[in-house]
C-alpha cells in the first residue's frame, strides 16, 4: 500500500475516533462501551457510514438531543469524511435540508444510490433519473413511485406473499437442519453471523427470485456478493476504485450471472414482487446488462439488511433470558406438538397467529 493510501485511511480512521469521542460527551462512557460491545461493530465493518447508521441507533436509544444539545453544539455526532460531513442530529440543518429538499427527497436519494452501488454506466443513471428531477414537472417520482407501488401490492397479505414465504421456508429448512445437527453434535460454538449471512442469502433469494436465483445455484456467488458488500459504501459514495478493487470485481461477476439468469428465464419462476419490479425497471429503457445491476443494489437492501438486524436482534435475545425465555414459552405452547415417542413438531404456520414476539423474529428475513 503505498504512503499516501496509508495516510488517507489513518485519517479517516483519525476522524471516526474523533466523532465517537465527541459522541462520548454526550453520554456516559458505560453506556457507549455496552453498546459497542453488544452491537459487535466489528462483525460489520467500520466503514464511515455503516458506524454512523449505528451511531444513530445509539444516540436515538441513549440520548436526548435536548437536554445534551448545549453539550456539542454542533449535534450529537458528526465526522468528517475526506470533504464531506456525516451529522447525525443538528437543529440548525433543518433548514438548509428543507431548503434543499430536490437532494433530500427519498426519489432522488434512491435512484442515486442504487445507480453508483449497481455501477450504472452514466447514460443508464439519467434514464433512471427521469421524473425524479423536481425540475420535471408532473412526473412525480418517475420510476421510484411505481416501484413503491408495486412493493405495496406484492407484499400485502395474500398469495404472492404467502407463495414468497413458502418458498423461503422451503430452503432454510436444510440450514436450520444442519445448525440443529451441529449443536447435538457437540460443537460447543456456532458461528451465527456466518450461519445467518449463508442461510439469508440462500433463503431470501429463493423466495423473491425463484428456483433459478443465481445465490441459490452457484454457492460460490455468496462470496462474490459479501466481497462486494463489504466495499459498497466505497462503491455507493464514487470513492476512486483503489479503496473497492475487490468489491468492484465481485460485484462485476454477480452482474454477470444477473445477466444469465434473465436470459434463462429465471423471472418466468420468480415471484411477483421480482417480476413487477423488472417491470418497472424495463419501463425506464435499461438494456439487459444494465437490469442485472439493478439487482445487485436490491441484493443489498434483501441480504445485508435483512442478516445485520436479524444478527443484532438474535444477539439481544441470546443475551438477555427473559425475552428468550417468553419467545420459548410461546412456541412450546401454541406451535410445538410431541408425538408418542417424544418427538417434537413445530407448526410454523400458527406463529402469526398465537405468537407476538416469534412473529417479529420470523418477520425480520423480510424487514
Request: neutral net charge; charged residues 20%.
Amino acid at each position: 500500500m503505498s504512503t499516501s493510501i496509508y495516510n488517507g485511511l489513518s485519517q479517516l480512521n483519525t476522524s471516526i475516533h474523533n466523532g465517537l469521542s465527541q459522541l462520548n460527551t454526550s453520554v456516559s462512557n458505560g453506556q457507549l462501551q455496552k453498546f459497542l460491545r453488544t452491537s459487535n461493530l466489528e462483525k460489520f465493518g467500520s466503514s464511515p457510514a455503516k458506524m454512523a447508521t449505528y451511531l444513530l441507533i445509539f444516540a436515538v436509544a441513549v440520548a436526548s438531543p435536548a437536554e445534551n444539545m448545549h453539550k456539542v453544539p454542533h449535534g450529537i455526532f458528526t465526522v468528517a469524511v475526506l470533504d464531506w460531513h456525516i451529522v447525525v442530529n443538528s437543529p440548525e440543518m433543518t433548514q438548509v435540508i428543507q431548503s434543499r429538499s430536490k437532494y433530500m427527497g427519498l426519489g432522488w436519494i434512491a435512484v442515486l444510490v442504487m445507480a453508483n452501488m449497481g455501477g450504472q454506466p452514466k447514460k443508464a443513471t439519467e434514464l433512471l433519473f427521469k421524473g425524479v428531477d423536481h425540475a420535471d414537472v408532473g412526473n412525480g417520482l418517475g420510476f421510484v413511485h411505481d416501484y413503491h407501488k408495486i412493493e405495496l401490492r406484492a407484499m400485502s397479505l395474500g398469495t404472492s406473499l404467502d407463495a414468497m414465504q413458502e418458498d423461503f421456508v422451503a430452503a432454510s429448512d436444510p440450514f436450520i437442519e444442519s445448525l440443529m445437527a451441529s449443536v447435538k453434535s457437540g460443537h460447543g460454538k456456532v458461528d451465527l453471523w456466518e450461519w445467518l449471512r449463508m442461510s439469508i442469502t440462500d433463503s431470501v433469494s429463493r423466495g423473491a427470485r425463484g428456483p433459478k436465483s443465481p445465490y441459490c445455484n452457484n454457492p460460490i456467488l455468496w462470496e462474490q456478493f459479501w466481497t462486494f458488500n463489504r466495499s459498497y459504501n466505497f462503491l455507493k459514495y464514487n470513492f476512486p476504485r483503489i479503496f473497492a478493487r475487490r468489491g468492484a470485481e465481485a460485484r462485476e461477476k454477480v452482474v454477470d450471472a444477473f445477466v444469465e439468469y434473465d436470459e434463462n428465464g429465471g423471472f418466468e419462476t420468480a415471484s411477483r414482487l421480482a417480476r413487477d419490479r423488472a417491470k418497472v425497471f424495463e419501463k425506464t429503457g435499461l438494456d439487459r446488462r444494465e437490469l442485472a445491476r439493478m439487482a445487485v443494489s436490491q441484493s443489498v437492501g434483501q441480504f445485508d439488511n435483512s442478516a445485520t438486524v436479524t444478527f443484532a436482534v438474535l444477539s439481544f435475545i441470546l443475551h438477555d433470558p427473559e425475552p428468550l425465555a417468553r419467545i420459548r414459552s410461546e412456541l412450546d405452547e401454541h406451535i410445538t406438538k410431541h408425538d408418542d415417542q417424544g418427538r417434537r413438531s413445530v407448526d410454523t404456520l400458527r406463529i402469526g397467529k398465537d405468537c407476538h414476539p416469534s412473529k417479529y423474529c420470523d418477520g425480520l428475513p423480510w424487514a
